[in-house]
């Protein structure tokens, strides 16, 4: 299959993809703080930057998104069909990076959790998730 878009113009739309203050991310920290809980965003101090940080639950949260983090069986972790060596690297190293991440942080004494993309979806459903991630920490 042919991109029918010049690589230019690939090339400016891949470099306007967020990676802080996604849509997924917004929906988890509105229903996190509608929760009743405080947490802190994007602290440098940690590895990986998580995107949510709860300091009295010593919790850190990485919202992931479904392609760019390859969600295992997702749909939303297609992978593009041109340039599939550079894509195949590129999501490897970032998979790489995440589980080291996630262990530098447990090594520090923090629990790393992953959320989805695709699981912010349903409010209900991510309401469940956040809940039970909580209650383990009661």
Known sequence: ???????ERRSWLMSRVKGKNTTPEIRVRQLAHAMGLRFRLHRKDLPGRPD??????????????????????????????TR?????SKFEKNVERDQRNIENLRALGWDAQVIW??????????????????????
């Open 1 to 7: 299959m042919v991109d029918h878009i010049s690589p």
């Open 52 to 81: 949510l940080v709860f300091p009295k639950y010593r919790l850190a949260l990485f919202v992931h998104g479904c392609f760019w983090h390859r969600h295992p069986n997702c749909p939303k972790a297609s992978s593009p069909k």
């Open 84 to 88: 599939s060596q550079f894509w195949q």
């Open 117 to 138: 993309e695709c699981e912010t979806k349903d409010p209900a459903e991510l309401s469940r998730r956040l809940e039970s991630l909580f209650e383990r920490k009661q």
